[in-house]
């Protein structure tokens, strides 16, 4: 069931919208923003990059401050594929990562995410983003041609 979330929650107009607050606090490590973007809804999922399934809002909040406990997350979408009705968004999104490599210098890790957006009284909200840990390989995406000219 969905419920309404306080009045200080900003109106996300768009999954777009929420999608750029959710990476904007994945680099800014703010944990409150982020959490803005998720639907207040019992059945809220979220998987971490080889972790298990969280479910519900308060396991979701805890597993983000323990990753904000070690900094702000350096991801950035690198290609978002869209499917949208009038009340439902799919991203499955290429995100690239920066973690510190051999002497210190970044290097980019690959992860593929889908979130999965529900147009609600306060506007678009985040009900699962499920992440698994990608490689350099799937930046070159696999689209089968088609087969009929129109």
Same mark, same amino acid.
């Given at each position: 069931?969905?419920?309404?979330?306080?009045?200080?929650?900003a109106l996300l107009a768009s999954p777009?919208?929420?999608? *750029? *607050?959710?990476?904007?606090?994945?680099?800014?490590?703010?944990l409150d923003r982020l959490m803005e973007c998720w639907a207040d809804e019992d059945e809220v999922?979220? &998987?971490h990059p080889g972790?298990?399934?969280l479910v519900g809002l308060g396991a979701i909040r805890a597993a983000f401050e323990a990753?904000?406990?070690?900094?702000?997350?350096? &991801?950035?979408?690198?290609?978002?594929?869209?499917?949208?009705?009038p009340d439902t968004a799919i991203h499955q999104v290429l995100e690239r990562v920066s973690v510190p490599g051999a002497e210190?210098?970044? *290097?980019? /890790?690959?992860?593929?995410? +889908?979130? &999965?957006?529900l147009k609600t009284a306060? @506007?678009?909200?985040?009900? &699962?983003?499920?992440?698994?840990? @990608? +490689? /350099?390989?799937?930046? *070159?995406?696999l689209t089968a041609e088609p087969t009929t000219l129109h």
């Open positions: 069931m969905l419920r309404p979330k306080p009045q200080t929650a777009e919208d929420t999608e *750029q *607050q959710f990476y904007e606090a994945l680099q800014s490590g703010d999922s979220c &998987v972790g298990q399934r990753l904000f406990a070690r900094g702000p997350v350096a &991801v950035s979408p690198e290609r978002v594929r869209r499917l949208h009705t210190g210098a970044p *290097q980019s /890790a690959w992860v593929v995410a +889908t979130n &999965v957006y306060l @506007g678009w909200r985040l009900v &699962v983003h499920h992440a698994s840990p @990608g +490689t /350099a390989q799937d930046v *070159q995406e």
